[in-house]
């Protein structure tokens, strides 16, 4: 099998810090730039899964830095350059303490509060009389909070975010105006691959004043995608959505009894299963990019990453 990246120790010029998240590692610079390994770590259920999956780190950071330059004229962003498969380097910006979640449909974890009778999220009212996959009238954004690792994400309300002053009223439209223009542009190419683009999440932080769209942007992590091609039928039907996100990851865990609960174990992933969400991972890159996914060399993948880092930091003169 090929070698995942699970941990990353690196020692770079000038770094003056390093955060290992839930999947990306990510080193600062004393010139305010980033240094982002995007990691084959997996979480699920905000739960960081025992093993990695080959290629994943490449799959999501490839999609992102794409989606990056795609949406560059509709909000400035961080990334400065992408110079490894799985890495790319940015400016270091103040994240707002929220995520901005926005759905187009009624699934997922939204589905599940419903059919428990919750006729609203994060304060935005849901019709009665909605089906699984139905699509919104229009997109809603229901945010959530920005925890620690180890916690779970909170919803929360417009209306709770700026009560307690998380974002000033004229940063928040900003953020609500960047979102939906995010999601109908990310909507329209994701048509343009025979998709639809059912929801996601967008994170935001602050340069100078300036807002920019920072993280990943419409990775099969952070979105969820379904086949253009027989959603109708199948929803008339009242049949499952065939899906292109990480959802499949989070049914396999449920059917094995995990949900993140305390108490819970991780079912056993065995090199069949590892191998399994490799290649979905895989072929979601290939739907959603319209590419053959070209996979890099796992031979001294640290040592590439390293060599690559330090040219581009060089090149893009981004050390003092």
Known sequence: MNKAVVNSNFKFPEQTNVYHGKVRDVYTLATDVLVMIVSDRISAFDVVLPKGIPYKGQV??????????????????????TP????????????????????????GSSWREYKKGAREICGVPIPDGMREHEAFPTPIITPTTKAEQGAHDENISREEILAQGMVSEEDYVKLEEYTLKL??????????????????????GKKDGQIYLIDEVHTPDSSRY?????????????????????????????ENGFMGNPGQQVPEM????????????????????GEKFDRASTDDIERRIEDNVLNSLRRNMLLV
Request: with cysteine; proline share 4%; aromatic share 12%.
């Open 60 to 81: 999501l950071n490839q999609i992102a830095s794409r989606f990056l330059d795609a949406t560059s004229h509709i909000v400035p962003n961080w990334k400065i350059d």
């Open 84 to 107: 490894d498969p799985m890495v790319t380097i940015g400016h270091r910006c103040e994240p707002f303490p929220v995520e901005m979640i926005i759905r187009g449909y009624l699934t």
């Open 183 to 204: 999601f109908e542009h990310g909507q329209k190419m994701a048509n343009e691959r025979g998709l639809i683009l059912v929801d996601t999440k967008y994170e935001f």
């Open 270 to 289: 065995t090199d069949e299963i590892v191998s399994g969400i490799s290649e979905r991972y895989i072929e979601l890159y290939e739907h959603i990019i």
């Open 226 to 254: 379904f086949y253009l091609d027989g959603y109708q039928e199948r929803f008339d039907k009242g049949e499952p959505q065939r899906q292109l996100s990480k959802e499949f990851v989070r049914e396999w865990l449920m």
